[in-house]
């Protein structure tokens, strides 16, 4: 089964199968030292620059701006939803923080 996913408007949407599924406009909370160092990090997405899929898993490559600090940055894999038996379910932007694991550097 293929998945159709893009970016559209500028990377302010996520489509998936043609239809627009997640948008920029959301704060992300982020798992401490994910994105910065505050705990959690809230984090309100500018742009997504490509979006992929990891096994069932949909991972944006996303760029935003921490709400606390304001430490700018690009985050390479966010998982903003899940396909399951060909649906695209999202995830909420406020339970992320669990699923976003940092490359590298200890825990
Ligand atoms: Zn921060």
């Keep these: 089964m293929s998945i159709a996913l893009r970016t559209l408007d500028d990377g302010a949407w ?32 500018e742009a997504f620059v490509d979006v992929g ?19 700018r940055d690009s985050i390479e894999q966010l998982p903003v939803g899940a396909m399951i038996d060909g649906d695209f379910h999202p995830y909420d932007p406020e339970g992320v923080q669990w699923r976003l694991e940092r490359d590298g550097e200890g825990a």
């Excluded at 899929?53 to 430490?71: K, R």
């Design 14 to 45: 996520i489509s998936v199968n043609d239809s627009r599924q997640v948008s920029v406009s959301d704060v992300w909370s982020l798992a401490t030292g994910a994105f910065c160092d505050c705990s959690p990090a809230y984090v309100l997405l």
């Design 53 to 71: 899929v990891d096994g069932s898993t949909v991972v944006a490559h996303a760029v935003g701006q921490c709400l606390e600090c304001g430490t």
